[in-house]
């Protein structure tokens, strides 16, 4: 049977969890990943309070990490979703994605508006993508891909 939580402090007191069985085991978010059978993006948003895991998966990180039965029911949950609170983020990463938001979000908003139409890209139907690539400049670069099915609205 599947269930949803109405409180995500369960998960949140997971995810403190797990990212201490991560640390101490030093495993790397792919390699949790890999031992569930999704994404790297993926798995990281479910072991951080974001998503449920399929049974099987579930089971398998909470092997790798040293989880118990508790956790294994947790991780397929459906969370209470939104891991930032409703203030300004602190955290100076994910400040700087609020950051492209604020400069981007109207330029994304109406670029999306003129190709697709009235409508929605969606949050659930979505693959996140996250790489490392040089900087003909010097340095490195962060390539951040958002691939989410365009949902139409439809009048009633």
């Known amino acids: 049977m599947v269930h949803a939580q109405l409180d995500n402090t369960a998960r949140q007191q997971l995810a403190i969890t797990a990212v201490e069985a991560k640390t101490r085991r030093d ?64 955290d100076p990463t994910i400040y700087r994605f609020y950051e492209m938001l604020q400069v981007y979000g109207t330029t994304l908003k109406a670029l999306v508006h003129e190709q697709f139409g009235d409508g929605i890209i969606s949050a659930i139907n979505f693959k996140l993508d996250v790489k490392k690539v040089a900087d003909p400049e010097g340095g490195e670069r962060a390539v951040i891909t958002l691939d989410g099915k365009y949902l139409p609205t439809k009048p009633f």
Not at 49 to 67: F, M
């Open 27 to 90: 495993l790397s978010w792919q390699q949790i990943a890999d031992a569930a059978g999704f994404s790297v993006a993926f798995v990281t948003a479910a072991l951080l309070g974001q998503h449920a895991l399929p049974k099987a998966s579930a089971e398998a990180v909470a092997e790798l990490l040293g989880l118990d039965e508790d956790a294994v029911l947790l991780l397929q949950t459906i969370p209470t979703r939104g891991s930032i609170p409703g203030s300004i983020p602190t």
